[in-house]
């Protein structure tokens, strides 16, 4: 019945008690190993599972595989159980799982595997840009107009040659244009017009003038790999999680570790660019955020930490590192408003971003849609997979996030670096617009 033909799947009244999590998914389970000391039974040389179970209980070890949820009591058909423990005790066996047929860890483990390798592209695509090495073929991937910012882009390459600046002054803006001295305002970087396909040409023409320095290279590492850390570590658990009550504990934590990675990664390369002109700023925050990272890697690592009475702490401590982001993105748009930020960094994609954490986090723990309709969404649809296709949507936001805010600084310096002296130009207009 809960195994749909496959004898590999059991239903969730099937599963050992470490097993279970929502009771809201019926089907589709893959049948679990044991626990280690069944497992461990059995490698040396029990001759049937029931044997090996049977042992363990007498040895007074903790046997959740012969419990019922919620009543605790004794497994009753222990020869039913028995032929579908141990179905998938080993890693090999679980990842044949992967492949050979559906269950209801199909989409959780597929979703983030190729979350992976897209990243890891991303990854080759980058290297290969920085070293001059990318084919021109491949640059209406990584020159995509949607990492660009709509308005800051020169409408020809003509603008940045010499003396043709001054027509980027505004006129009766800011401190700015009182003096033709002064290096193009904010106002005129970002009322040129509005991006066309066309113009992408030029932009990287002079986007390009300005090379990556290592913050650059180091900024989109870091969050490139830490999307692979996370999206990997959840992939992998997702795999494994039905091996061994032990092993997938074990694992579990290692999800843990890659979203703390993720949001670690992701934070960097933002007040990068978001404080590109207040280090002081940058390394506050940087500061803040590793040691609440720091923090979070500990409570997830400690064996204090991972039993149930700590559950509310362990919740505060990802809660404060996911809602930490809301003081520098409030900061930011303190400084310079709403408006310019979304044009220099494309603030709009980066609260995008959060919100989707936010709203894939809460269906998550609400369990919507299975709650309302047990047993329809065993394969497709369930509140896991929701919540893993938003972390992919959360990310890919960010990342666009990052490149334009890159691209704008790369673009704007280049742009007034011949007379206005590259970044210290742009900032001194930002801190124009700020005092207009
Ligand atoms: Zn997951």
Known sequence: MGNDGNPKLCSHDDLPIWAQDNDFILRGYRTPGGTSDEL??????????????????????????????????????????????????SVYKCWRSVWDYVHNETVNIHTHFWGVQVALVAIVLHTAEVL??????????????????????????????????????????GAAAQSPSLPPSFNALVSLPVLRPSLMGPLHTIASQRPNDWKDV??????????????????????????????????????????????????????????YCHPRLQAMYAFMITSLGSGAMYTVMSRRYSTPAYRPIRTSV?????????????????????????????????????????????????RIPERFSPGTFDYFGASHQIFHWFILAAAFAHYVCIRRAYAFWHTAEAASGPLGGGAQAVCLALEALRAS
């Open 40 to 89: 461990q039974a059995r490698l040396a040389g029990s001759t049937s599972a029931s044997t090996s179970t049977s042992t363990s209980t007498a040895n007074g070890a903790s046997n959740g595989a012969r419990q019922r949820a919620g009543n605790g009591k004794e497994e009753a058909d222990g020869s039913v159980l028995t032929t579908k423990l141990f179905e998938h005790d």
């Open 132 to 173: 001059g090495w990318l084919p021109e073929q491949l640059r209406f991937v990584t020159h995509n107009p949607l990492f660009y910012p709509a308005a800051i882009v020169p409408p020809t390459p003509a603008i940045v040659s010499k003396d043709s600046w001054r027509s980027w002054l505004p006129v009766g803006r």
């Open 318 to 366: 990802f809660l404060a590192l996911g809602l930490s982001a809301i003081v520098p993105v409030a900061h930011i748009c303190a400084m310079y408003g709403f408006e310019a930020i979304s044009r220099t960094m494309g603030v709009h994609w980066l609260i995008a971003s959060g919100a989707m954490y936010v709203v894939g986090a809460c269906t998550y723990m609400l």
């Open 218 to 275: 180091a900024g989109f590492a870091i969050f490139l790999i830490a999307a692979v850390v996370c999206l990997g570590f959840s992939s992998f658990f997702h795999t494994v999680a039905c091996h061994s009550r032990d092993f997938a504990h074990r694992c579990n934590k290692l999800d843990y570790i890659g979203i703390v990675v993720m949001i670690v990664g992701s934070f960097l390369p933002a007040l990068h660019y978001g404080f």
